[in-house]
């Protein structure tokens, strides 16, 4: 994983995550969306990692963590509004970090710079499975794929 910050919501305030640190002695699974709030990433993506997240931790993950182009405080609204509290709403405020993911994509009047949708398991800073999405699909970044390759 590249060297980063990410920011999120807690107790009410928002902290800057060093990604170096954050992944480095965990397993992650980390899924990323096109936008907070966004039809199938609220009616599908989120709420499908929320239903499994006890089952996706059984398999020795230390943390599951959403990651979209949008800012803390809506990330935090969203993951309130979908009872995500089992999941890391994180925050790529400007997208750097999905840059350096090499995972960004250009929307244009939908919200310029976004992230694919994908999942990937990290271990130990290591990405050992990578699941990218064709455009408009949602078929292989799914909570049950995740699990599946556990």
Same mark, same amino acid.
């Given at each position: 994983?590249?060297?980063?910050?990410? $920011? $999120?919501?807690?107790?009410?305030?928002?902290?800057?995550?060093?990604?170096?640190? #954050? #992944?480095?002695?965990?397993?992650?699974?980390?899924?990323?969306?096109?936008?907070? #709030?966004?039809?199938?990433?609220? +009616?599908?993506? /989120?709420?499908?990692?929320?239903?499994?997240?006890?089952?996706?931790?059984?398999?020795?993950?230390?943390?599951?963590?959403?990651?979209?182009?949008?800012?803390?405080?809506?990330?935090? *609204?969203?993951?309130?509004? $979908?009872?995500? +509290?089992?999941?890391?709403?994180?925050?790529?405020?400007?997208?750097?970090?999905?840059? *350096?993911?090499?995972?960004?994509?250009?929307?244009?009047?939908?919200?310029?710079?976004?992230? $694919?949708?994908?999942?990937?398991?990290?271990?130990?800073?290591?990405?050992?499975?990578?699941?990218? +999405?064709?455009?408009?699909? #949602?078929?292989?970044?799914?909570?049950?794929?995740? /699990?599946?390759?556990?």
């Amino acid at each position: 994983m590249p060297s980063g910050q990410l $920011q $999120q919501m807690v107790n009410g305030n928002m902290v800057t995550i060093e990604t170096d640190e #954050f #992944f480095a002695d965990k397993k992650v699974v980390l899924f990323a969306v096109p936008g907070a #709030f966004t039809p199938t990433c609220s +009616e599908a993506h /989120l709420p499908g990692y929320i239903v499994l997240a006890d089952q996706i931790k059984a398999k020795g993950v230390d943390a599951i963590v959403c990651l979209s182009v949008n800012d803390a405080f809506v990330m935090n *609204a969203w993951g309130n509004s $979908q009872n995500a +509290e089992n999941v890391m709403m994180m925050a790529d405020g400007d997208g750097s970090y999905t840059k *350096a993911l090499g995972l960004e994509m250009e929307t244009g009047t939908f919200g310029g710079l976004r992230s $694919q949708r994908y999942s990937m398991i990290v271990d130990k800073g290591i990405v050992t499975r990578l699941n990218i +999405e064709q455009p408009k699909q #949602f078929e292989v970044s799914t909570a049950q794929v995740a /699990l599946e390759q556990l």
